[in-house]
């Protein structure tokens, strides 16, 4: 069995470091890394398009690249490894990728590369920011790891990609691992606004807003008892609900029905 690892905060983050140390202990498993070179949070499916990227090896053995999250899986898969792994794994984040947080979360753009490509992913993150209980992360997600290959699910034809949510907690206090669908988070935080030295104003984004759907079966209200969350993701953004009600608009659209002010 062959992994690929990456992540979104760099390849020296302690996140990664303890994955790679837990993943590589499984029987018969080979691992590989290949990871941002720096921190590159928020980043989601970003492709680097217009400057070349570079891959170094670093003094444990992985090597990393001066392009985002996906970049890293991008290149691994189509000529970097050559070979093709059969699971692809990304994290452990330096927080919580729960709800909206996914669509944003470099984390789950790695995975999601993978997964595109057709290899089964995993997305690991730790609910709270700053390491604590990061060997226990890691051990649970060795855990889940090793379920999915002996439930034969590593090797199937389908890919599937998967976000897991890990609270910072010891081993033996962790709850039961459960099934949940993605929450949802009000609005960002207000921008923060600055003045540089030249008198000019500078706007960092906002924090995370709080948990708007919270709700029991969500992401949020699991790892808030204590449990590891795992939610299945899909890439289709087709809204499926409205389609019907938008061939009606459509429809009046090719008809001519509706006028268009100034047109």
Partial sequence: MKILISNDDGYQAPGIVALHAALKTLEG????????????????NALTLHSPLSVHRAHNGFRYVNGTPADCVHIALTGLLGYRPDLVVSGINNGANMGDD???SGT????MEGYLFGVPAIAFS?????WV???????????IVAQMRVQHLVNETTPWLLNVNIPNMPLDALGSIKLCRLGRRHAAERVIVQENPRGEAM???????AAKDGAEGTDFYATAQGHVSITPLKVDLTDHDGLGDWARTVSRFAAGA??????
Avoid: L, M
């Fill in 126 to 130: 730790q609910v709270d920011k700053g």
């Fill in 258 to 263: 509706t006028t268009v002010p100034g047109a």
């Fill in 203 to 209: 706007y960092w984004i906002g924090g995370a807003g």
């Fill in 133 to 143: 209980e990061i060997d226990a992360a890691a051990a649970k997600a060795r855990e």
């Fill in 108 to 111: 789950v753009g790695a995975a």
């Fill in 29 to 44: 498993v080979a691992v590989d890394v290949v990871a941002p070179e720096h921190n590159n949070s928020a980043k989601s």
């Fill in 102 to 104: 996914t669509i944003y």
